[in-house]
């Protein structure tokens, strides 16, 4: 009898812990809503060896063949591949990255550009601009909001954003706190293209940005940010 009420005893010592197990494992809260799905990256390329303003890239002479390697090049402006691509902590998408990748490293005298659309803006436009003894700035290039300066060209805003060169690439990092208005996560970027532009002038100076050197084929398809 005596043994009978020594394991009962043991029994009931042992369910408190038990208790304290089960609730710290039903405490534990999930992984915000669970892990995200593996990203999926759009991207695409463009031929090497074709940076020399003379193809059917909107310069000089539109008529011009297609993707064509030579006569001329300038690998700091020759476009290889474009891509976008989530930016997340395993938890949580914090925004997306556009890569821009050359033949070359960057230079000065020259405008990186990839072009698309996004939400209910029609100019969605990623910009390094890195004039002749100046700093290259980052900017996205947008029509979300109507710009009231009558200086801003058809009426678009350029938004300062992270940008910068990593190797022979642009990276530009637009953040889901900086989306412009109309623009969130799912909301579809449509890219348009990816081109590289002489910068006539210098700090202070601004000019024009022709000829247009490379730029890749028009795309089809669309980015969703967070995919």
């Known amino acids: 009898m005596r043994s009978s009420n020594r394991a009962a005893m043991r029994i009931r010592r042992a369910l408190p812990l038990t208790f304290l197990v089960v609730a710290a494992v039903a405490a534990t809260p999930p992984l915000a809503g669970g892990k995200l799905a593996p990203a999926k990256p759009l991207a695409w390329t463009d031929m090497a060896g074709d940076a020399n303003g003379f193809n059917d890239q909107g310069g000089a ?29 395993g938890k949580k998408v914090l925004g997306l990255t556009v890569t821009m990748k050359l033949t070359g490293a960057p230079s000065q005298g020259l405008l990186y550009r990839v072009t698309g659309a996004a939400g209910n803006c029609s100019t969605f436009w990623f910009q390094y601009s890195w004039p002749t003894g100046g700093p290259g700035v980052a900017t996205l290039r947008h029509n979300c909001v109507a710009n009231p300066d009558p200086t801003s060209v058809g009426g678009t805003t350029n938004q300062a954003i992270d940008g910068k060169v990593v190797g022979n690439s642009i990276v530009w990092t637009l953040l889901v706190k900086d989306l412009p208005p109309g623009v969130k996560i799912g909301s579809p970027i449509s890219p348009a293209l990816g081109e590289t532009r002489a910068i006539l002038g210098g700090p202070g100076t601004p000019g024009a940005t022709v000829p247009v050197i490379d730029q890749t084929a028009t795309q089809t398809a669309a980015y969703k940010i967070g995919q």
């Open 61 to 89: 002479a539109p008529a011009s063949p297609g993707d064509t390697a030579g006569p001329a090049q300038y690998d700091p402006a020759d476009i290889v591949g474009v891509s976008f691509a989530r930016l997340d902590d």
